[in-house]
């Protein structure tokens, strides 16, 4: 639903928007790095009693100091990398077993990703397949963490979430998703969507089902990780990153009821990052905040440096969800 169907017309500004009134303030979260800023809310909403949104920004650095040798130190190749994981996750199951499967599953993709030394090191020699066994992994540590969960405690059990998640290394990023929960990139070229809705309603619409005849399947979930014990397959995107571009993740409580012109358009006018998150959320809030709403907003710096493996990029072909798709 887009702001304009609230009452937004095009001379409202970004102070506008912030001068909703709300359950909650937003208080947005942002940080400079070395090649990119991130900013990152969340918000309860109007409706809901407790949120059921979590998410993380995280940095992953890869280092090493030279010790001793007998090859004079300064022959030899000491680089330091850093990478950053970025994860926003939508609990489904109600009140407290929401939260808790949110919660679960971005705590099992940190602690993993800490367990694993080289997941800095993306990509590696076969790019796809690394891509894909490394997802793979992570897909069955957050099925393992929701289902001892649930095994401590039988209220848990049923619950669910959504995941979507942006790695950046260098100038690209890897990008996944489970849910409806979305990652959208915008670029100079404007705003595009990298995640397809795991719904009923967008497998209607792939179908040729006019848009008007799908409302009321948008949060009818056909994915999701839950504490069932089967597999989930795991959509996977490799983008390529420009200086200014931005990576955008949110829950559905912002794209369901603020429109994808809406979204960025508030992006583009907004003077910082962190004033962009400001107005996606009282955008959304606007529009009746029906849900919980998280952003995590990254925008790509002038220091941002090629991957010293980034002709491996070349080799990745377009294939079916489920594994790796080159954009």
Request: glycine residues 8%; hydrophobic residues 40%; aromatic residues 4%.
């Amino acid at each position: 639903m887009s702001v304009d169907d609230h009452g937004r017309d095009d001379e409202d500004t970004v102070d506008d928007l912030l001068a909703v009134s709300a359950n909650d303030p937003i208080e947005v979260t942002s940080v400079i790095e070395d090649a990119v800023e991130i900013s990152a809310v969340t918000h309860r909403g109007r409706v809901r009693k407790n949120n059921e949104d979590q998410f993380a920004v995280v940095r992953r650095t890869r280092s090493g100091k030279v010790l001793a040798s007998s090859i004079p130190t300064d022959d030899l190749a000491n680089h330091d990398r850093t990478a950053w994981l970025l994860c926003v996750a939508d609990g489904l199951g109600g009140e407290v077993s929401g939260e808790v499967a949110s919660a679960t599953a971005i705590k099992a993709i940190l602690e993993f990703a800490s367990e694993m030394s080289n997941w800095v090191m993306l990509p590696t020699a076969s790019l796809e397949l690394d891509i894909e066994k490394r997802v793979m992994l992570y897909s069955k540590a957050i099925k393992r963490g929701l289902r001892l969960a649930a095994g401590e405690d039988s209220d848990l059990d049923g619950m669910a979430t959504t995941l979507t998640a942006a790695y950046i290394y260098g100038d690209s990023a890897v990008v996944v998703n489970v849910g409806d929960s979305r990652s959208y990139l915008l670029g100079s070229d404007g705003l595009r969507q990298i995640t397809r809705d795991h719904t009923v309603a967008q497998d209607l619409l792939d179908a040729g089902v006019p848009a008007e005849a799908t409302r009321a399947y948008g949060n009818v979930l056909t994915r999701c990780f839950g504490t069932d014990g089967e597999p989930v397959p795991v959509d996977v995107f490799h983008v390529k990153l420009k200086v200014n571009d931005r990576l955008l993740l949110c829950s559905d409580g912002l794209s369901d009821l603020v429109a994808d012109p809406d979204i960025e358009s508030l992006v583009t006018e907004s003077g910082s990052n962190e004033e962009a998150c400001e107005a996606l959320v009282a955008a959304g809030l606007l529009a009746g905040g029906r849900d919980n709403i998280t952003v995590v907003l990254a925008r790509m710096l002038d220091s941002m440096m090629p991957h010293p493996l980034d002709h491996l990029h070349a080799e990745i072909e377009q294939i079916d969800s489920g594994a790796v798709t080159r954009l």
